[in-house]
Structure formats: structure tokens, C-alpha cells
T-cell receptor, first 114, second 113 residues
Framework: AQSVTQPDIHITVSEGASLELRCNYS??????LFWYVQSPGQGLQLLLK??????LVQGIKGFEAEFKRSQSSFNLRKPSVHWSDAAEYFCAVASRSGNTPLVFGKGTRLSVIA | KAGVTQTPRYLIKTRGQQVTLSCSPI?????VSWYQQTPGQGLQFLFE???????NKGNFPGRFSGRQFSNSRSEMNVSTLELGDSALYLC????????????FGPGTRLTVT
């Protein structure tokens, strides 16, 4: 069965420090890959997506993610975290065959300290 | 374009009652998906509608149902509410002609007492 693992439930970083959130997936073939962010009381906002091509993808708010096929990973990174980045981050996958729902990881909650 | 809208934003119901939640997708999007989000189970897929037809269904009991109208607006209904149905219900729309990415609404927070 398809699954997405986000091994870190909660991460705390200092403002200005770099960030890496991990995501591993288990899928029959390379799926479409997504990162979403959810602020408290809000819906999910799409940060970035990987469909094909360059394995380093750029997203909004200064985020980027790297797809590594050999490791079945799609880690999210940001060089310098801002206090406004505190939120919950979800990695998600979807089949390339289409017409299938997103499968989400459990999420990683990011706290930012001064 | 306006984003995905969901109404109501907050709802309090009693066990045994039923509830209907509404979702209006982004203009031009014909696919609407529903998800349940709880602290324990995370985000779980409920169902997806495309052109008024249910295209996918998650592993939820028959008390959870939905429908889509000709203008792509969607409703989901939960009958005989249980305490465990307390959750954030998220709706997402997507454009099947474009890349497969879903745009989420703010959600409806349902509390069952």
C-alpha cells in the first residue's frame, strides 16, 4: 500500500537557521510529490510539487525540495527560517496514473524560536 | 480567481444528529475532494467527485456521503453523528486539465458533543 512517512513529529529551529524536513514514500512507481503547509486554523497551502525533470524544485516562500529516487525521499529545505514559517508541514504523494487521491504523511510541526 | 470556499467554518452538533457541509471550488475546477483531519489519524481521504460522479472513495462508513452539483459545488453529509466525527473537514478542488495539484479551502471545524 502507498504510504508517506514524515519521521519528525516536531522540529524547533532558531530564526535565521536552516531547515530540512524529511519525507519518505513507499509507492509502486515514482509518484507525483507535494509539500503543503498548514497554519493554525487554516487549510493547506501548496508549497511546491515535483512531477518530472529537475530533481530540485523551487516553491513559494523560499522553500525548495529535492527528489531522490534511490532513497524514495522528497525532503523540504529552507536556507533561513523566518518566525512566520512556524506551521505544520505535510508531504503528500499521488499516483501518476491519475484519478487517485492524495496520500498524506502525518505532518511535521515546525516551531521557530528567537 | 477566488479560492475554495467552505461553509460553515464552525459547527457544533449533538451525537445522533446529521450535518451537511458545503464546498465551492475554484472557478473552472471540476474535481472536488474531501478530507477529514484529526490529531490522531491525520489527513484521511473521504471521497472525490468529478462532473457530478463519485470517482474515488476512501475507507469511511456509509454514514459519510457526498454529492456534486452541475456547477461543481459539492456537499458532504454525515448522518448519525458520533463523537469521533469531530474533526476539521477539508475540501480541495483541482483542474483535471492541468497538473495534478489540489487547492484546499479553510475547512469546516465540526465538534460533536
Amino acid at each position: 500500500a502507498q504510504s508517506v512517512t514524515q519521521p519528525d513529529i516536531h522540529i524547533t529551529v532558531s530564526e535565521g537557521a536552516s531547515l530540512e524536513l524529511r519525507c519518505n514514500y513507499s509507492y509502486g512507481a515514482t509518484p507525483y510529490l507535494f509539500w503543503y503547509v498548514q497554519s493554525p486554523g487554516q487549510g493547506l497551502q501548496l508549497l511546491l510539487k515535483y512531477f518530472s525533470g529537475d530533481t530540485l524544485v523551487q516553491g513559494i516562500k523560499g522553500f525548495e525540495a529535492e527528489f531522490k529516487r534511490s532513497q524514495s525521499s522528497f525532503n523540504l529545505r529552507k536556507p533561513s527560517v523566518h518566525w512566520s514559517d512556524a506551521a505544520e508541514y505535510f508531504c503528500a504523494v499521488a499516483s501518476r496514473s491519475g484519478n487517485t487521491p492524495l496520500v498524506f504523511g502525518k505532518g511535521t510541526r515546525l516551531s521557530v524560536i528567537a | 480567481k477566488a479560492g475554495v470556499t467552505q461553509t460553515p467554518r464552525y459547527l457544533i452538533k449533538t451525537r445522533g444528529q446529521q450535518v451537511t457541509l458545503s464546498c465551492s471550488p475554484i472557478s473552472g475546477h471540476r474535481s472536488v475532494s474531501w478530507y477529514q483531519q484529526t490529531p490522531g489519524q491525520g489527513l484521511q481521504f473521504l471521497f472525490e467527485y468529478f462532473s457530478e460522479t463519485q470517482r474515488n472513495k476512501g475507507n469511511f462508513p456509509g454514514r459519510f456521503s457526498g454529492r456534486q452539483f452541475s456547477n461543481s459545488r459539492s456537499e458532504m453529509n454525515v448522518s448519525t453523528l458520533e463523537l469521533g466525527d469531530s474533526a476539521l473537514y477539508l475540501c480541495a478542488s483541482s483542474d483535471p486539465q492541468g497538473a495534478y495539484e489540489q487547492y484546499f479551502g479553510p475547512g469546516t471545524r465540526l465538534t460533536v458533543t
